[in-house]
Nanobody, 121 residues
Framework: QVQLVESGGGLVQPGGSLRLSCTAS????????MGWYRQAPGMRRDMVAVIASGGRTQYADSVKGRFTISRDNAENTVHLQMSSLEPGDTAVYSC???????????????WGPGTQVTVSS
């Protein structure tokens, strides 16, 4: 069973920066895509950024130019560098990792517990 541990959330003032990290462990097969979603109170969970094992990235329009996703494949770790934070970025941020075995068409997504990010003065 893949387990994910997140770190780096907290309270930051508007215009500030935070860096979230998430490490996956316990995988039997390769970790392919990793990424971050977020959910504000009363809202649905939305994709923030994803990164493939080869490094290709995708961002939500609302964070383009402000957030940067990166990963360390050797450590099964994904980072989310968040800059120019706005109150609208306040949410619980959850990371995910997909475990894959292409030989058997096995693909499963695992989620971290989430970390709170609050942007407020």
């Amino acid at each position: 069973q893949v387990q994910l541990v997140e770190s780096g959330g907290g309270l930051v003032q508007p215009g500030g920066s935070l860096r979230l990290s998430c490490t996956a462990s316990g995988n039997r097969f390769v970790i392919s895509a990793m990424g971050w979603y977020r959910q504000a109170p009363g809202m649905r969970r939305d994709m923030v950024a994803v990164i493939a094992s080869g490094g290709r990235t995708q961002y939500a329009d609302s964070v383009k130019g402000r957030f940067t996703i990166s990963r360390d494949n050797a450590e099964n770790t994904v980072h989310l560098q968040m800059s120019s934070l706005e109150p609208g970025d306040t949410a619980v941020y959850s990371c995910y990792a997909e475990e894959e075995n292409s030989s058997t068409y096995y693909l499963k997504r695992f989620w971290g517990p989430g970390t709170q990010v609050t942007v407020s003065s």
